[in-house]
């Protein structure tokens, strides 16, 4: 199952068939094709294929017809209140039928071309208010169901009002807005889509979500908070919350893999919030925590266990961009702390990276026969030193820019 919604507002799940599941009181939104050799139900159909588009909560799921594919997409856009959106895409060479449920449904489709189906069409059973529709040859179709939650019509007063499937985002615009709503935290090259998921799951997640995960592990509760901040939240309705976990974590900074980085993290958080004495308590905290973490008393973050679904997400996240860029102090930061060995031939690339509290690092790796072209640009105060012991203990920069070529070494 796949979480759609909006920024801390999931609506439902599609699962693995491409239907839609709202909330407890709504049917399961279904769907049908009927094509040159028969009528096609997703859900006892062993031809299919799903993806999140790009890791975004836009789920495509391809279906199998004669000659080619049915396309269809499932999503939510807050336009006219908030809906549920099914766009549908005709692959194959010939005309088919789409059926749909029809109740408080909008659609770009002329009601001319439209027809009720029975209740059973060659062995598939089909609910009574279901209604079909052609798709030619190449074209498209959009349907859209009002998502009845009071959360979804805080912008639109007359959201009672007909819905227009017609000027509603398509997958295309909801997918770029939230690969860019993700990148707004920084942008890595290395399996971007798996990233862009991960974020995409604390944006879904609600104001409960985030508070059960800072009950739960404080570490990965900042973690997530700090993520959404970087990715555009306001940070004003968490500072309480943040300074709570960041007074816990400081008690047993060995209780998380994860303490020293979720400390970095707060203390940007409240710089970003604007509150200074909580930022600076919050470093004094983190450097009086770096000495158990040098002292071997944790384990390393890239070596941490897996987990599911939110705090799943909140450790992928951080790992990738800590495999990249580690704060080990406010005055030094590590490059590539798991080293580059695993990743020789393959040039990568991040931007914006959290590299401290008052730090950004954007770099670039080059290879270069066995070593390695490094690029990097510093953002923040000056007096930032840059190393990368697990690759090349020589290296030691206080530029805020440069290049240098690292000698890779063998494990």
């Known amino acids: 199952m796949t979480r759609i919604g909006l920024r801390g507002a999931p609506c439902g799940e599609v699962d693995t068939s491409g239907v839609a599941h709202l909330d407890a009181q709504r049917e399961p939104v279904r769907w049908w094709v009927a094509a040159s050799d028969k009528w096609h139900d997703p859900r006892q159909s062993p031809s299919l294929r799903q993806r999140a588009i790009d890791g975004t909560p836009v789920v495509e799921t391809k279906l199998a017809v004669p000659g080619g594919d049915i ?3 499932a999503f939510a856009v807050a336009d006219q209140g908030g809906a549920l959106v099914y766009e549908f895409e ?5 005309a088919v039928v789409v059926a749909v449920p029809a109740s408080d449904m909008a659609t770009t489709a002329s009601a001319a071309g439209t027809a009720p189906i029975g209740v059973e069409s060659q062995g598939i059973d089909v609910p009574q208010h279901v209604r079909a529709f052609p798709l030619t040859h190449s074209s498209s179709i959009t349907f859209a169901w009002s998502l009845r939650r009071p959360r979804w019509r805080i912008l639109r007063p007359q959201a009672t009002a007909p819905m227009v499937a017609a000027t509603l985002a398509g997958h295309a615009a909801v997918v770029r807005g939230w690969v860019q709503a993700c990148e707004k ?4 090259s290395i399996a971007p889509h798996e990233l862009t998921a991960s974020r995409c799951a604390m944006l879904l997640a609600t ?5 059960a995960l800072l009950h739960d592990d404080a570490a990965l509760g900042v973690l997530a ?14 500072s309480a919350s943040v300074a709570d976990a960041v007074q816990r974590i400081a008690r047993r900074p060995q209780a998380s893999v994860w303490s020293w980085r979720a400390l970095s993290a707060a203390a940007g958080f409240f710089m970003q919030a604007d509150e200074s004495d909580a930022a600076n ?3 004094a905290a983190w450097q009086r925590s770096l000495d158990e973490q040098r002292a071997g008393n944790a384990g390393s973050p890239s070596t941490s266990r897996s987990a599911d679904g939110l705090a799943g997400a909140v450790m992928h996240a951080a790992n990738r961009e800590d495999l990249l860029v580690r704060p080990v102090s406010p005055s030094e930061t590590q490059l590539f702390s798991d080293g580059l060995v695993n990743s020789r031939g393959a040039n990568l690339e991040a931007h914006s990276v959290h590299a401290g509290p008052r730090h950004r690092v954007s770099l670039a790796v080059r290879w270069h026969g066995e070593n390695a072209a490094l690029l990097w640009e510093v953002e923040g105060p000056p007096g930032l030193r840059l190393t990368a012991p697990a690759v090349d203990a020589s290296f030691s920069t206080l530029a805020a820019q440069g290049e240098a070529l690292l000698k890779v070494a063998t494990r």
């Not at 005709?90 to 010939?94: H, I, Q």
């Not at 935290?185 to 890595?188: G, K």
């Open 207 to 211: 104001a409960h979500d985030l508070d």
């Open 225 to 238: 908070i700090a993520e959404r901040v970087r990715m555009g939240d306001p940070p004003e309705p968490w």
């Open 281 to 283: 308590d919050t470093v």
């Open 90 to 94: 005709n692959r194959s060479p010939s």
């Open 71 to 73: 396309v269809h997409r």
């Open 185 to 188: 935290a920084s942008r890595v």
